[in-house]
């Protein structure tokens, strides 16, 4: 059976928890009361000073996810910090990208580099932390992982190639995984977003672009970041106990998945 405990049962790793939409993640983890690793490639300074401000029951520690050699020892740190496994893991690490849609490659332009360097940080990414926590996971008897996808899989509004089709592969890959997985308990899942208002990666997007998107949601507003990380947590509660390989987007209701 996938684990159905309190937050507070849980060892939370947050991918790129160190600036954008990864803080947010943290900070509503955390306030549920879960013990949260906040991993990090290059803010180090953002993510001490987080951790400083959640307390005990947070950790700041740092590792390329595509490196497997420093994820694995990144899960070994946290378990010893932690005294217990971690127990979730949210993929939310990105490789540099920013939502410019005029400085994007435009399909006469798109090279294989583009596109291998998104696949090697989304997917090779959450495949590395999947692995490396599963020894842990396996040994308390379930666990939680979810991947952050994107509504472009479903609505390209702007083209973005490269990030686009990587997000499509993480999402065949949660469904897998969870087909694989589920004997063990553990359930994966996908979160998947819009352009959110605002991270680091849509700090180039114009505001009436923004407003446009508002425009055309039910909901007549953007998404903002700490509504999707609020999202997220229904993946780590027991109220999803029965829910694994899904992909729940977030978008206003945009789009219908």
């Known amino acids: 059976m996938p684990v159905a405990s309190p937050f507070s049962e849980h060892v939370v790793l947050v991918t790129g928890g160190g600036r954008g939409l990864g803080t947010h993640i943290v900070r509503a983890v955390a306030a549920q009361g879960a013990r949260v690793v906040i991993n990090y490639r290059r803010s180090a300074d953002a993510a001490t000073e987080l ?5 005990d029951n947070a950790v700041a520690l740092p590792a390329d996810v595509t490196d497997r ?4 020892s990144m899960i070994e740190r946290a378990a010893t910090y932690f005294g217990h496994p971690v127990t979730a893991v949210i993929n939310n690490a990105l490789p540099d990208y920013s939502f410019n849609g005029d400085a994007r490659s435009h399909a006469d332009e ?14 090779g990414g959450a495949l590395n932390t999947t692995q490396a926590a599963l020894p842990g996971m396996r040994a308390v008897g379930g666990g939680r992982i979810v991947t952050i996808g994107t509504n472009l899989v479903q609505n390209p509004v702007v083209p973005y190639h490269d990030y686009t089709a990587a997000k499509a592969a993480l999402l065949a890959l949660t469904r897998t995984l969870s087909a694989d997985l589920g004997a063990d308990g553990i359930t994966v899942n996908m979160v998947s977003g819009g352009l959110l208002r605002t991270t680091d990666a849509s700090s180039a997007t ?8 508002a425009a055309t949601t039910p909901l007549g507003s953007v998404t903002t970041p700490a509504e999707f990380a609020d999202a997220v947590l229904f993946f780590l509660s027991h109220w999803s ?5 899904q992909n729940l987007v977030v978008d206003g209701g945009l789009v219908k998945d």
């Open 51 to 55: 951790a400083a401000a959640l307390g």
């Open 69 to 72: 050699a420093a994820v694995d």
């Open 241 to 245: 106990r029965a829910v694994t390989g």
């Open 110 to 123: 798109l090279t294989v580099d583009e596109l291998d360097a998104q696949f090697r940080g989304i997917v």
């Open 206 to 213: 114009p505001a009436e672009v923004f407003d446009a998107i």
